[in-house]
């Protein structure tokens, strides 16, 4: 099974695949995750990638396009995937055709703009072993420190209001335009986002089943 999963920031798109490789057994693979691992390692591409991603602008595609190209080439990658935050732009989108491997459905998960915004302030990631919580609804047993490894719990750095304005308007400007991409080729499942996640999951699944 090949997925694609496509949504606006603090859609639950990154929970909500990572369920959905569980699900199937195929892999997740979140570019924003490599570059972030890339970042904590302090690679090149690392240092690259936080040039860009603190700002709240996107990576250059060149670069991107090469990543998945690389990662979809190992062995791993013949169980299936679900490629979280790729395509994000036309040009990887018609680099990712070119790739020639065969989509089975592409989700949408569709968040209106006033929960994006309640969810985005409510984020936080562990500063040491980066986990994701939320103020909301995966809250830290203790406020401000990671159940895992007493890390302390901050805003990710493009969290911040001025970043996240710049990222939510990459989305409606450059990725939004390619859910007409692949609704033309008969791939979009639509999912409301809005529910709680476990909703979200189910509502996902059921679709990808049928
Ligand atoms: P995400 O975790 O998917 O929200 O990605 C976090 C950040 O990583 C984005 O705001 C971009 O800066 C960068 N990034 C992730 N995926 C891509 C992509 N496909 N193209 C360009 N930049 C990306």
């Keep these: 099974m090949r997925l694609l999963i496509f949504g606006p920031q603090a859609s639950g798109k990154g929970t909500q695949a990572a369920r959905v490789a569980e699900h199937f057994r195929i892999l997740h693979i979140s570019t924003g995750d490599i570059f972030r691992e890339n970042i904590s390692q302090e690679t090149e591409l690392g240092k690259l990638a936080a040039s860009y991603m603190n700002d709240g602008n996107l990576v ?3 670069v991107t396009n090469n990543l998945v190209k690389n990662r979809l080439e190992e ?5 299936g995937f679900i ?10 989108a018609e680099f990712l055709t070119e790739l020639n491997h065969k989509f089975d459905a592409a989700i949408n998960l569709q968040v209106s703009e006033s929960e994006i915004i309640k969810r985005i302030g409510a984020r936080r990631i562990c500063e040491n072993c980066k986990t994701g919580f939320n103020t ?13 490894c007493n890390g302390k719990l901050i805003i990710r750095e493009d969290d911040k ?6 990222r939510l308007s990459l989305y409606h400007e450059l990725t939004e335009p390619l859910l ?5 080729k008969g791939l979009i499942v639509d999912i409301n986002g809005d529910p709680i ?7 996902i699944i059921q679709k990808l089943s049928a």
């Design 60 to 62: 250059p595609n060149e």
């Design 75 to 79: 062995e791993d990658c013949a169980k």
């Design 83 to 92: 490629l979280d935050g790729y395509p994000r732009t036309r040009n990887q």
């Design 136 to 148: 909301i609804f995966i809250k830290p047993k203790v406020e401000g420190v990671c159940d895992k």
């Design 161 to 166: 209001p001025e970043a996240i304005k710049k």
């Design 180 to 184: 007409d991409f692949y609704r033309e």
């Design 197 to 203: 996640m476990d909703e979200v999951y189910a509502e």
